[in-house]
């Protein structure tokens, strides 16, 4: 029965993608023919309509089909005609959905920070790029050191991603661990964090120099699984165990506006001493959802 579910949860999610996919793919096409840039504009303003359309027809079936356990806890100052960097654990999959099922509407079309290899997602991964998300490539050290340049090619993605940011409202999406958790991959890290992975700050610091006071606030997110393993399928198989989000509104201190997080060392450390101390509350407050599972 459960197998059953699961191949019905992944038809209608492949029918409202191909659905949707249809303006999508005109849209696009026209977006990339198109010269004057306000036009544009007004394209992309459509295509992140049809965007949220696709989110909201998803997240309508899975509550009714999936009925997932969930317990939200968001903050009433949302908007979505503000400027949001969201940041959060990442354990699965399933985050990106319980995600949008608690903020949807309540903040602007969200824009996630990608694995290159998501664009060749069928029709998925061409909205991912219409919709002008940064590709994160993750070059090695060794790349890097075999050719310095690939250091800044994540940077210009997100550069061009927060330009265009401010001209309308959007919400940034952050799973500054890099990965999905899992106790093989905290031990490898040698992570200090019990139900975490190591965060990363640099993404975070590039958004807030780019986008600057522009941004009304920091959300950060934690989700904690009363399945030890969750996975998407389990999801799609309305098996997961209850499923609690967390999010907190932080105010960004003027300190992260002025500093210059790849050039000055100074900066660097106190960007990590930041997210550090984050993580350890947020790595105790899983810990104590843990303990009541």
């Not at 949001?84 to 354990?91: A, D, M």
């Not at 319980?98 to 903020?103: E, G, P």
């Not at 994160?136 to 340049?149: H, L, V, W």
């Amino acid at each position: 029965m459960a197998t059953f579910k699961g191949m019905i949860s992944v038809l209608l999610l492949t029918l409202n993608t191909l659905f949707w996919g249809v303006p999508l793919i005109v849209l696009t096409l026209l977006k990339v023919i198109t010269p004057v840039q306000r036009y544009r504009l007004w394209i992309l303003n459509v295509l992140c309509a049809v965007a949220l359309n696709w989110i909201g027809v998803n997240l309508w079936w899975m509550k009714r089909w999936l009925k997932p356990q969930v317990q939200y806890s968001v903050p009433d100052s949302l908007s979505p005609d503000q400027w949001w960097l969201v940041i959060s654990n990442h354990r699965s999959w399933t985050d990106i959905f319980i995600l949008l099922m608690a903020v949807h509407r309540r903040v602007p079309m969200p824009r996630f920070f990608l694995k290159r290899q998501l664009i060749w997602i069928p029709i998925v991964g061409l909205a991912f790029w219409a919709l002008e998300f940064p590709f994160m490539r993750r070059f090695s050290r060794d790349q890097i050191t075999a050719n310095p340049k690939l250091a800044t090619v994540d940077r210009q993605s997100t550069e061009r991603m927060c330009r265009q940011a401010r001209q309308a409202p959007i919400a940034i999406f952050n799973f500054v661990e890099g990965t999905r958790f899992t106790p093989a991959k905290r031990d490898a890290q040698l992570s200090p964090y019990q139900h975490l992975m190591r965060p990363k700050a640099g993404g975070i610091a590039q958004v807030l120099s780019l986008l600057g006071d522009q941004l009304n606030g920091i959300l950060d997110v934690t989700i904690s699984y009363a399945n030890p393993s969750p996975t998407f399928w389990g999801f799609l198989c309305g098996q997961e165990a209850p499923i609690t989000l967390h999010a907190k509104q932080l105010a960004i201190p003027q300190w992260m506006y002025e500093s210059n997080y790849h050039e000055e060392k100074q900066h660097k450390e106190r960007f990590h001493a930041w997210i550090n101390s984050l993580w350890q509350e947020k790595d105790a407050l899983l810990d104590n959802q843990t303990d009541h599972d």
